[in-house]
């Protein structure tokens, strides 16, 4: 349920957006108030961290398990970039392709 | 970098804090952070909204350049997947979310900790960190050994910001434009994607 939420916040503040997106200062305060809501996320996040002994205990774990997931996530892209480039060699360079249209 | 720290010293602030008992119990209400969370999403809906550069960007977008960012999508979920076979506490769907952070560890990881939990949310902001950490500092031997997009879809996300200057450095200057579309589209995607992978139950 609470993912429905999440989501459906978003979608209402791209419809928002959209909506006065004429109006400068709203760009600008959605980002100052990005800005603060990550702080204030992160800031809980680490609040809850310090509070939870077991994740303080596993910490090495969940570090293990974050480096493996890194590697993983940078080697599929980076074969699969490769992979790209072989394909299509140089050609990836989106100036060329504009003046095309 | 400055702001990357910032970022980090309010989660390590978060972390001191509680653990020397200095701060009242209501802080520690999952309703508080759940609510906060909402109030993200919303925000960062409504910077999507009125971004004009976005739509410009759409108007850009041609088959082979839409492919780089389709590439990190596709290999960091893949990627991530693939080794969640290798630990056990974590399974695919969450691997998954965690790899569709694309380097973006502050938005990723407090969406991934709201929804599935702070442990969870721990793996994604350290695996992020490192995803953006190994960019910058393998920069030179990525881009020697898997060629010019290299440094460009390991960054990810953050290819638009904290890691453009890698990208300058050691794949050219006629590749900013490039790291800067893959990264701006994957960042739109990181709020979108995370919730959407996670929504399978």
């Known amino acids: 349920m609470d993912i429905l939420f999440v989501i459906g916040f978003f979608l209402v503040g791209i419809f928002l957006g959209r909506l006065f997106h004429t109006r400068h200062r709203v760009k600008l305060a959605s980002e ?70 | 970098m400055k702001s990357s720290l910032i970022i980090l010293s309010f989660f390590a602030a978060g972390i001191f804090f509680s653990m020397a008992d200095f701060l009242p119990a209501w802080l520690l209400d999952e309703k508080l952070s759940s609510y906060a969370l909402y109030l993200l999403m919303f925000i960062v809906g409504v910077g999507v909204g009125s971004d004009k550069a976005i739509v410009g960007i759409w108007r850009q977008l041609n088959f082979r350049i839409i492919l780089i960012p389709l590439v990190v999508i596709l ?15 974590i399974n695919l769907q969450e691997a998954m979310a965690v790899g569709a952070g694309f380097g973006y560890y502050s938005l990723s990881a407090v969406i991934i900790a709201g929804i599935k939990g702070q442990e969870l949310g721990v793996v994604a902001l350290l695996a992020n960190i490192i995803r953006e950490v190994i960019t910058l500092v393998m920069a ?29 450095k050691f794949s050219g200057k ?10 701006i589209v994957l960042s739109l995607l990181v709020p979108l994607l995370v919730p959407f992978i996670l929504s399978f139950s």
């Open chain 1, 32 to 101: 100052k108030g990005m800005m603060w809501a990550v702080y204030l996320l992160l800031f809980l996040l680490g609040v809850s961290v310090g509070n939870n002994p077991q994740i303080v205990e596993n910490f090495h774990t969940l570090g293990w398990q974050a480096f493996l997931l890194s590697l993983g996530s940078l080697g599929g892209s980076l074969v699969l970039g490769k992979l790209l480039m072989v394909l299509y060699g140089t050609r990836m360079d989106l100036k060329k392709r504009t003046h095309e249209k």
């Open chain 2, 75 to 89: 290999g960091s979920l893949g990627g991530a997947g693939l080794l969640s076979y290798f630990i056990h506490q």
């Open chain 2, 140 to 168: 030179p031997l990525l881009v020697r050994f898997f060629g010019k997009l290299a440094v460009i879809v390991s960054g990810g996300a953050t290819a638009m910001d904290t890691t453009l200057p890698v990208v300058v």
């Open chain 2, 174 to 183: 006629e590749m900013a434009v490039v790291a800067i579309f893959s990264g």
